[in-house]
């Protein structure tokens, strides 16, 4: 994963270097997260949480942009499989997510525009790694994809959703039983946000 974050940080880089536009800003908004997994003796249900932090865009030929934030990122999904005090199983996540997405842009005037993106997220879990007492266990960092589109207003103020496609487990079940064995889970979902641009 090291070596993907090192070629975006170039890119980025070479960017800078070309005279680029380059816009800093703050970025924040709502993970919308379900869980699939690989049987189907588990499901979930879609639950809400949050994501903040710095991000930049930097402005290319043609109406292409890039832009990448560094995000604290929480969210929980509630599956329904209980536990021993015969609540639902939630399972709660906090990372550290890099998203880095290429734009284009559709001018609708000089206050207004929209874009459509894609790229790759990279998330870094910094959480508890095993919750013991319902035996899972998330893994240290996993890939992601990002669909989206967004409108750009007065050049400063920036409104998107996207949907995060994931590319592995985000984690698992480790004990087995009658109910789970050895189950292993992905997460995706919709995030909703805004930024503004300094």
């Known amino acids: 994963m090291k070596k993907y974050i090192f070629l975006l940080v170039t890119i980025v880089c070479i960017s800078v270097n070309s005279e680029a536009k380059v816009k800093f800003g703050l970025r924040g908004g709502a993970n919308i997260t379900k ?3 690989d049987k189907d003796v588990v499901d979930s249900k879609n639950t809400n949480g949050f994501y903040l932090g710095p991000t930049v865009k930097i402005g290319l030929p043609l109406g292409f942009d890039i832009d990448g934030s ?9 599956t ?3 536990n021993a005090n015969n609540t639902p199983i939630e399972l709660k996540h906090k990372a550290i997510d890099i998203p880095l997405n290429l734009r284009k842009g559709f001018g609708l005037g000089d ?3 929209v874009f459509l993106f894609a790229g790759p997220q990279f998330s870094f879990n910094i959480g508890n790694k095993d919750l013991h007492d319902i035996d899972w266990t998330w893994k240290d960092s996993d890939i992601s994809i990002n669909l989206g589109v967004g409108a750009m207003l007065l050049n ?7 949907y995060n496609i994931p590319c592995g487990k985000t984690g698992s079940f480790n004990v087995e039983n009658a109910v789970v064995k050895n189950i292993s889970g992905k997460k995706k979902g919709w995030q909703i ?3 503004i641009y300094f």
Do not use: P
């Open 111 to 113: 206050k207004a525009s």
């Open 193 to 195: 946000g805004a930024a």
């Open 35 to 37: 869980m699939s997994f």
């Open 156 to 162: 400063h103020i920036e409104v998107k959703a996207n």
């Open 70 to 78: 560094v995000v604290y990122s929480q969210w929980k999904v509630e």
């Open 80 to 82: 329904d499989v209980f």
